[in-house]
């Protein structure tokens, strides 16, 4: 059964009421969820599942389903294994599904900077990583970078509180327009007929599944941790909140 993800239609929601669908050794996946898997580089989200009765089972991670026949909406919620949760979740349990939205909303703020990122280092990215405590880049490129210019790029970027929104193509117009894609890692999921677009104003447009904020303005204030060098071919650029 495929998963609504209501994450790709407002990365805001904190909770939603679900039933399960699938039970397996590591966890459980729901008929709808809120809960990001990970992906694109962006961790998997954390959370609880509520029961009728008021049990809370806490989810320790979320991946994307393996199972056959899957779409980029399916998603397995990871159980902690200490907990009870194989006793009390089958299929059609009723849950109450919430994420931790503090580390959510670091991811969040964390993602959307990336993309300001490349709208300042514009060059492909050979890797990436979202966390709740950094987010780096790594960008195809022999040049050097300037610490201090990269970081007045992004400050500038952020206080001019650009409007982030999502939109929708298909997958032939994804075909048609590959510089859509700056990630050389991460290809955008297609063969299901439309691919998501993360548009910030006029600053920068890519395919990304990730989950943004609304404006560049919530990102707050970010700086280069560093820039080195990770191969010839490559620099990292790691940012931090301050």
């Known amino acids: ?23 397996d050794d590591d966890g459980v996946e729901l008929d709808r969820t809120i809960f990001y898997p990970q992906g694109g ?12 009765d008021g049990l809370r089972l806490r989810v320790i991670d979320a991946r994307k389903s393996k199972r056959d026949g899957t779409t980029p909406d399916d998603a397995v919620h990871l159980m902690d294994p200490s907990g009870q949760w194989r006793s009390q979740l089958m299929v059609g349990t009723p849950v109450r599904a919430q994420i931790d939205w503090d580390r959510r909303y670091r991811h969040m703020r964390f993602h959307t ?35 201090q210019q990269v970081q007045d790029g992004l400050d500038a970027l952020i206080a001019a509180s650009h409007r982030v929104e999502s939109e929708w193509i298909s997958d032939d117009e994804m075909q048609a327009n590959p510089q859509l894609v700056k990630s050389m890692s991460v290809s955008p999921p297609v063969g299901f007929g439309r691919v998501r677009l993360l548009r910030v104003s006029d600053i920068d447009l890519q395919a990304c599944g990730g989950t943004h904020v609304r404006n560049t303005a919530e990102i707050g204030a970010v700086r280069v941790a560093k820039i080195e060098k990770k191969s010839a071919r490559t620099r990292r650029v790691v940012l931090e909140f301050v």
């Open 113 to 147: 900077a990336t993309h300001l990122l490349c709208a300042v280092v514009k060059e492909l990215v050979d890797g990436c990583s979202i966390t709740a405590e950094y987010a780096r880049l790594d960008f195809a490129m022999t040049d050097l970078l300037d610490k």
């Open 41 to 52: 580089g962006q961790a998997g989200d954390t959370g609880v599942l509520t029961t009728t």
């Open 1 to 23: 059964m495929t998963t609504h993800a209501l994450f790709r239609e407002d990365a805001y929601l904190r909770e939603c009421d679900a039933v399960v669908t699938r039970v």
